[in-house]
Each structure stands twice: as C-alpha cells, then as structure tokens.
C-alpha cells in the first residue's frame, strides 16, 4: 500500500481571500504531492509500507527522506482538514474546555501566533495533545511534527499552521505576521474537536 494524495474538500479558491487559489494549487498537487511520491519512494520495500503515517512518523524518521517526506504528508493531510472556508469561529467540546484549562482562547491566540511567527526559517507551529489531555503550544522546524522522536515538544498535533513561504508567499510575501492573523479565520474547530477525540 502506498500513501495517496488525499482530497482537498474545497475549491482552491475557497479560501480567498486570506490564501489564494494559485498558492493553494501549486501548495497541493506540487508541495504535498511531492511529499506523498517522495515518500512512497523512500519506504519502498521497508515495513514502513504497512503502517500509518502516524507510525510512520513515531517510528520511521531516523531517515531522513522519512522523516522529512513523512512528516510532510501528516503535516499537509491534517493542515488542508483544519481549513475551511469562513472557519467555524470557535472552539468547541473538550478543545473549548481544555483551551479554558489553558489560560483561555486568547492567551491560546497569543502563544499560536507568537510560535508561528517567531519559527525562524521553514516550519510549523502547533496546538497539540499531551498525554494526559491537557493542550500545548509549540513549533517545529522544516517538515517535522510533534509525533517524532526529534521534536522538542511530544504530543498529539491537533491544530497546525504551515509558516513555509509557500504557503503565503505570493498573496503575502514577507508579512507572514498577517497570513498568520487571518489563519484564525479559517480554522474548522470541528475537526480539532474531531482529533482531540480520535
Ligand atoms: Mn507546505
């Protein structure tokens, strides 16, 4: 079994005009692709064949075309379920009772923000779950994720903001501060709800 590309679930220009249609294309049939093809490349033959790209990336990354190209494709499929077009506003269920926990959506907003802009180069920045249910905010560099072994932070990425100029690049050039301001728009918290309770 190798990994596919998974549906986007929108438009590309759906979610205009916080990120463009021509980023959102070429940022999923040629970013992720690239991922997903490079992947399957570079697990070809191993164990990893058979697992998840969550297994994938708990156990696979000491490679680094795994661990980059793994991470990659987790990073994408969770990044493009998040979005939706007009967002949904606010947290919902336990997100909302364990954002309460957390000091409150807008100390959440702070430190979300804050990560994504002050991650230094390409990069992630994350709302995760820890262990014991309790939410976290962090970042990671390049395509790694809080699943892997590597990462500074482990935990459960419920949430993520891809701050790689791909991503907003042409609508934004060098003012990711504001894409990253308008991201909060689009966020479907139905779906972290959804991936808190996986
Ligand atoms: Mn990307």
Partial sequence: MSFQLPELGFAYDALEP??????????YTKHHQGYVDNLNKAIAGTDLENKSIEEVCKTGTDKPAVRNNGGGHFNHSLFWKILKPGGSKNPVGNV????????????????FSTAAKTRFGSGWAWLCKKEDGSLAVCSTPNQDNPLMPVADC?????????????????????????????????????????????
């Fill in 18 to 27: 916080h990120i463009d249609a021509k980023t959102m294309e070429i940022h």
């Fill in 96 to 111: 909302k009772a364990q954002i309460e926990n957390y000091g409150g959506f807008d100390k959440f907003k702070e430190d």
């Fill in 154 to 198: 482990q935990a459960t990425p419920l949430l993520g903001i891809d701050v790689w100029e791909h991503a907003y690049y042409l609508n934004y050039q060098n003012k990711r501060p504001d894409y990253v301001t308008n991201f909060f728009d689009l966020i479907n918290w139905d779906v972290v709800e959804e991936n808190y309770n996986k």
